[in-house]
């Protein structure tokens, strides 16, 4: 069974603050996926990786930083937070060649005031 | 822009009946289309997917029927149950581009509910 946990579950964070979600992944898989879920959205591409040390900007990367530091952890770091990212925050992970599935984790539910 | 669009917003229905989502989307080049499941609290689970070489695909009581000419496509939940009750996700993904990154753009969803 595919495994994708997220840490914290949720967080309140205050304007400005640096904020950093992590993600962990056991299914030995090469991509991993940051997305956000917004009322009315959807779920949102943010940044993507396919190999440690390495990270792509997705759809909507403004204001986010991601970090590959292992194939099994993937980061999304919020420098400077703001009201506006106060979202619900997945992340997936899919193995190369394997065009079906995405796993996702839990998600976070991040609070910003 | 939206390039996946999903109806309607929400939907309830009888135990027993079909619940039918709808999903239309722009991009020509978009070739494989999967649904996700989410329940509360819950992160998205693929629930069934299509090719756009097929224009039907069945998994147990879920049917995609996929019309390319159209550009869109529609999830029929057979037998609806309470346990159904989710909300489904219709995405995307540009398979043939060249690119690898497995890209999925998501509509806004369709919440349903199966009320007995």
């Known amino acids: 069974e595919a495994a994708v946990t997220q840490s914290p579950r949720s967080k309140v964070a205050v304007t400005g603050g640096k904020v950093t979600l992590s993600c962990h992944q056991t299914?030995?898989?090469?991509?991993m996926y940051w997305y956000r879920q917004d009322t009315g959205h959807g779920l949102r591409l943010i940044h993507y990786?396919?190999?440690?040390?390495?990270?792509e900007k997705g759809d909507i990367p403004d204001g986010y930083k991601a970090s590959r530091p292992s194939q099994e952890n993937f980061s999304l770091i919020l420098e400077l937070a703001s009201l506006s990212q106060t979202a619900v925050y997945f992340c997936?992970?899919?193995?190369?060649?394997?065009?079906?599935?995405?796993?996702f984790g839990p998600g976070t539910r991040l609070l910003v005031l | 822009q939206q390039q996946v669009r999903q109806s309607p917003q929400s939907l309830t229905v009888w135990e027993g009946e079909t619940a039918i989502l709808n999903c239309s989307y722009e991009?020509?080049?978009?070739?494989?289309f999967p649904w996700y499941q989410q329940f509360p609290g819950e992160g998205p689970a693929l629930l069934i997917a299509?090719?756009?070489?097929?224009d039907k695909k069945e998994d147990g009581g879920f049917t995609i029927f996929f019309n390319k000419r159209e550009k869109n496509l529609s999830l029929h939940i057979k037998d609806s149950q309470p346990g159904d009750s989710a909300t489904y996700f219709c995405a995307a993904s540009a398979t043939n581009t060249g690119g690898l990154s497995g890209k999925l753009t998501f509509g806004e969803g369709t919440q349903v509910t199966v009320i007995s």
């Open positions: 997936a992970s899919r193995n190369l060649g394997d065009q079906d599935t995405q796993y």
């Open positions: 299914n030995n898989h090469d991509y």
């Open positions: 990786s396919y190999v440690a040390d390495s990270t």
């Open positions: 299509i090719r756009s070489v097929s």
């Open positions: 991009n020509s080049a978009f070739d494989y």
